[in-house]
């Protein structure tokens, strides 16, 4: 008897025998135990001589059929029934032996040799035994497993929230108010841009539209529609059961790690789109804690996790790996960016990697915040090349918040109406204000403005009156006790701060924590979200600031501290409980704002605090000055204007007019500041100084009546998005008129295409018929001779928004295969479907092996489309390797391609690889001479052979050849090309003079790549400014600003570069460059 034969005969009988009874244990455990026993019986008979084995006079072909016609006998049955139930009794193997020769006597060609059947018997049955009984055992902790988990994660409790007391309802149950978010599916850095996009070769096209390997719109689904789609390859499908899951701070990851744990605890696995007929066990590990014990493994901590945490009773022995043994496990890993220190981050990631590789046809899912990924404390390779699929959480879109309310309303108050009302209510609020439907777009946020409309009766219209209710609720504790106070003081965990001291503690804090940042990112453009601090550092600062303003001991002042920051401070990736409060414990010993909007807020709370305290309001003229363009500072800043006195308002606001910034004249950054602190809040400027914000409205509709060559593409971008914005407050009609009385007066097209855009906005948020001036300029597009406005209107009418259902409506992997199980069905036909699972992450041997027949077929569509599969399959061996390389010398153009197409996903870059491509430069075809040459950048081999013969395709006939060879030479570069550096840059600097334009803006985008900011490449691309074709000169913008990160040389050069071409009809490409370099940057 074989290994495959107790394989095949116990998953042949399980399911019989798991029919006839009421059993714990499920189909899978009893073949597990059934093929267990069997090939105990076997390994049993290995020492033995072959004439003392049990089937040695047998005919091998017939062994199986035998055992399943003796384990599917009545009498053989009701013995095999007894170790699965609850008394878990041994079956009479007296009795199993007779009835076994019994049904031998039946089966001529087997012969099982008397002598032995006992000893063999005597095996099969203890081991039987004894793995049923492990087994039911395992079922038995698996139910209070799972209960603890859905006892410990489904609850959620909004501590660290301040609730009307009178409300009892605060705990909530996750599966009844949990909305799953889109993701969005992401690629590695290196391949983010496919080898045919027409960014770097546009002439290069694929042989057909229909063979197309990538596709090119983006479709946003649920994480549990990927997984759906997925689930019934998991065999074969690794990658897909691997995911890294990103997103922002705050964006709902762990929450939506905690309800997969849930809704597998209770047994729903088709919620999250995996297989429902399976046995699934979730394994919730929060990586932080796990990091605090990383000398010990993922599954031990887990172990001590249930039996410490979740209170577990003790796990038995093999416990997970009886469902990791099988695939039937989900492992959650929670909050991979808490890991600060790098040697810590290394070991767990090479944790995680040794767990894929013991166990790897479980399913692996690990969070991480989207700004700390990847990053210099995580061995990031691993992760992104390779098992990992990567998907990024998108924020909620108007549907998912009217579910997210729904939900909310409906699982917390019984009478329907009145949630239905409270519902409409808040629905009605956020389509009304568009700053807070953006912030509601983000799930906790949405959470909090949720909470402040049920507890207190109301919603604030204005950003910063909402923060302030946010800030009040997440200073207090509160729990189910219904004497609780809002006074911290009367809960007895504070000695001397009450609440009006914690509130200006905090806004002391946010002041101190944003400075602090400022001071270290001083010299940097690219300051990145809240600021983390040590706790031995924020005690510290806390106890001085206690001590001083309670007057009493440091060492009393340093205690409180330490009750303050435990009491309003939680952490972010606990499963034990969904709590919510003013700072987080960021990694180890690191805390935050729960969100930079609450440092932001709390910064200029203090400022406002400092200036009415001091009588002073040159503070905050002090700080307007100070900060008033950096991109750090820039909520601080409109938080603060927004609920200053109109008075006061309008002195700020006059005050950022008059600042005087550098370049303003073409940049205009002042007015764009001053225009988005009215987005905030125009009363105050309307009331106090009507004339003044006219005359921002009347420049604003200068600009957008501007021809974009002249202003600049990105000033235009900036100003129709501030139009739109300020068409969503107060002053609308005041903007509409403006727009339609330039229109009028001047007849100009400009104007009537910055109605085109605020119709854009409106049509986005479903009001076009709220607003008739906006609706008929609209309408009136459609019609208009102008080529730019027409454009405009179709872009809205075929805009993702407007088609998205159309876009979500594909085809599922089971289409695919039916479609190739039909052979009915011409070939050509098959191998679409072929491709298109490729796509959909298949690497099944099975098509490896089919592709690899049909790249020799008859056909050369066929052929094509065979190597074009193989390199979606990303499945490398010498065998695909060499089977594409014998291709490249295809009599069919197509084919070649397609090879070459493949070996470039492959990414071989062996010398064989390498030495054909090169061979393919002087290709015939002169699709495959372009693509040969952006496979060679791909690969990243920078030989001087492969330089050399890419320089020398710079001068070639073939602008196509040309192109490609530029962009293959910047990927190619990277400014790694040591001593061959100057010899690139030389070759492609008179490419910018080339006659095609894509070859010039190939040149362009590989001299950015390349990092070479001389002054020679410098002027050569200012030159650039001025050429006839927009792409160029956008391409030249972007290079210039790209190149001038690391000085102001740039600058200065792009500036006076501008005074000296005003008059020129493109000077707005010398503008955007200087755009990019001095705020985008």
């Known amino acids: 008897m074989t290994w495959e034969i107790a394989s095949v005969v116990a998953k042949s009988v399980a399911p019989i025998l798991g029919i006839k009874i009421k059993t714990r244990l499920t189909p899978a455990d009893i073949q597990k135990a059934l093929e267990e026993a069997l090939k105990a019986a076997l390994v049993r008979e290995e020492p033995l001589a072959p004439e003392q084995r049990l089937f040695y ?34 079956p009479l193997t007296s009795l199993l032996v007779e009835k076994f020769k019994q049904v031998a006597l039946n089966h001529a060609p087997t012969q099982p040799q008397d002598s032995f059947i006992l000893p063999w018997m005597e095996t099969f049955v203890k081991t039987y035994t ?6 039911l055992q395992f079922q038995l902790t698996k139910e209070n497993y799972l209960q603890q988990i859905s006892n410990k994660i489904d609850h959620v409790k909004f501590a660290g929230m301040l609730v009307a007391p009178h409300h009892e309802n605060h705990s909530l149950k996750l599966d009844q108010i949990f909305v799953m978010p889109e993701v969005e599916v992401l690629h590695p850095p290196s391949s983010q841009r496919p080898l045919e996009s027409r960014a770097f070769h546009p002439q290069v096209a694929l042989p057909d539209q229909s063979w197309q390997p990538l596709r090119t719109q983006t479709v946003k689904k649920t994480l549990a529609q990927y997984l759906l789609r997925v689930k019934t390859w998991q065999a074969t499908s690794a990658k897909s059961r691997n995911v890294i899951l990103l997103g922002a701070p705050g964006s709902g990851k762990t929450t939506l790690m905690n309800y997969v744990a849930v809704m597998l605890a209770q047994k729903q696995p088709e919620a999250i789109g995996l297989a429902p007929d399976l046995d699934w066990l979730p394994i919730l590990i929060d990586i932080r804690d796990w990091a605090e014990y990383s000398n010990i493994s993922i599954l031990e901590y887990a172990r001590q996790f249930a039996e410490k945490n979740l209170l577990v009773k003790s796990l038995p022995k093999g416990f997970f790996e009886h469902w990791l043994e099988d695939g039937r496990t989900v492992m959650l890993l929670d909050g991979l960016d808490q890991v600060t220190e790098p040697a810590k981050g290394e070991q767990v990631v090479g944790q995680i990697k040794d767990f894929i590789q013991q166990c790897p046809n479980n399913w692996v899912i690990i969070t991480c915040d989207n700004s700390n990924y990847p990053n210099s404390n995580l061995p990031g390779e691993f992760l992104w090349n390779e098992k990992f699929s990567h998907y990024q959480i998108q924020l909620f879109d108007d549907s998912k918040i009217e579910e997210f309310i729904q939900r909310w309303y409906y699982s917390q108050i019984q009478d329907k109406a009145e949630a239905q009302r409270l519902k409409e209510s808040l629905s009605n609020l956020l389509s009304e204000h568009e700053q807070i439907r953006k912030l509601a777009r983000h799930p906790l946020l949405l959470t909090i403005i949720t909470l402040i409309h049920r507890y207190h009766f109301r919603l604030p219209l204005e ?43 905090m806004e002391r804090l946010g002041y101190w924590m944003h400075t602090q940042e400022s001071k270290k990112e001083k010299d940097k453009k690219d300051k990145k979200g809240k600021i983390v601090i040590n706790r031995d550092e924020l005690i510290a600062w806390l106890a001085r600031e206690i001590n001083t303003l309670k007057q009493i001991q440091l060492d009393e002042a340093k205690a409180e501290a330490k009750r303050l920051v435990n009491l309003i401070s939680v952490r972010v990736a606990a499963p034990k409980e969904h709590r919510t409060g003013i700072l987080t414990q960021q990694g180890l010993d690191g805390y935050a704002f729960i969100h930079k909007i609450f440092q932001d ?18 503070i905050i003229l002090t700080h307007i000055q100070d900060y008033l363009h950096d991109s750090y500072w820039q909520d601080v800043l409109l938080l603060l204007i927004a609920q200053l006195k109109p008075k006061k308002a309008a002195k700020a606001i006059q005050e950022i007019l008059n600042h005087g910034s550098e370049y303003e004249s073409w940049l205009h950054r002042d007015l764009l500041f001053a225009a988005t602190c009215l987005t905030e809040n125009t009363q105050p400027l309307k009331i106090a100084d009507n004339s003044l914000l006219q005359e921002i409205l009347a420049a604003l509709v200068t600009l957008a009546a501007s021809d974009s060559r002249r202003v600049g593409y990105q000033i235009h971008q900036q100003v129709f998005q501030t139009l739109s914005d300020l068409n969503q407050t107060e002053i609308k009609l005041d903007l509409v008129q403006l727009l339609k009385d330039r229109a009028n007066s001047q007849k100009d097209t400009q104007s009537q295409e910055s109605q085109v855009e605020l119709g854009q906005n409106q049509l986005g948020q479903n009001q076009l018929g709220q607003n008739p001036t906006v609706l008929k300029s609209f309408l009136a597009g459609l019609q208009d001779k102008n080529d730019t406005v027409r454009h405009q209107v179709s872009e809205i009418l075929t805009s993702d928004r407007l088609t998205s259902d159309r876009l979500n409506k594909l085809d599922s992997p089971d289409y695919y295969l039916t479609t190739l199980d039909n052979t009915s069905l011409p070939k050509n036909t098959q191998n679409s479907s072929l ?76 010398k064989t690889v390498v030495s054909a491509l090169l061979t393919r430069l002087n290709d015939q075809n002169t699709r495959v001479r372009c693509l040969s040459a952006s496979v060679l950048g791909k690969l990243e081999q920078r030989s001087e052979t492969v330089v050399s013969a890419l320089v020398t395709s710079l001068k070639d006939k073939d602008s196509d050849l040309r192109c490609a060879a530029a962009t293959a030479l910047g990927q190619l570069g990277n400014g790694q090309f040591g001593n061959l550096s100057e010899t690139v840059v030389s070759a492609l600097l008179p490419q910018l003079e080339d006659e095609d334009s894509d070859v010039r803006c190939a040149a362009i985008n590989a001299l950015s790549q390349l990092g070479n900011s001389s002054q020679v490449v410098i002027t050569a691309l200012l030159g650039c400014l001025k050429d006839e074709e927009s792409g160029v000169r956008a391409s030249a913008a972007e290079t210039l600003a790209e190149l001038g990160k690391p000085s102001s040389y740039v600058s200065n050069a792009l500036a006076q570069w501008i005074e000296l071409h005003q008059a020129s009809e493109y000077v707005g490409s010398a503008i955007d460059a200087l755009w990019n370099l001095e705020i985008a940057q």
């Open 835 to 910: 491709s298109t699972i490729a796509r959909l992450d298949n690497t099944s041997e099975s098509l490896v092996n089919t592709l690899l027949s049909w790249l020799k077929d008859d056909d050369a569509t066929v052929r094509s489309e065979a190597a074009l599969a193989l390199g979606e399959l990303g499945q490398v061996s010498e065998l695909v390797v060499n089977s594409l390389l014998m291709r490249l010398n295809d009599k069919n153009s197509r084919v070649r391609y397609s090879s070459i197409w493949a070996l470039g996903k492959l990414k071989q870059p062996g």
């Open 57 to 90: 006079y047998s005919a091998p072909d017939a062994i199986a059929l035998f055992l399943e016609d003796f384990f599917q006998h009545m009498g053989v049955q009701e013995e095999l029934h007894k170790p699965l139930q609850e008394d878990n009794k041994a």
């Open 601 to 618: 807020y709390l910064c200029a709370q203090e400022i406002n605090y400092q200036a009415d305290n001091e009588g002073d309001f040159d």
């Open 130 to 135: 004894d793995k049923t009984r492990s087994y």
């Open 463 to 505: 950003r910063y009156q909402l923060y302030d209710q946010a800030v009040d609720m997440l200073l207090t504790s509160w729990d189910n006790q219904p004497d609780i106070s809002p006074d911290i003081s009367n809960n007895h965990k504070l000695k001397y701060l009450g609440l009006n001291d914690c509130r200006r503690l």
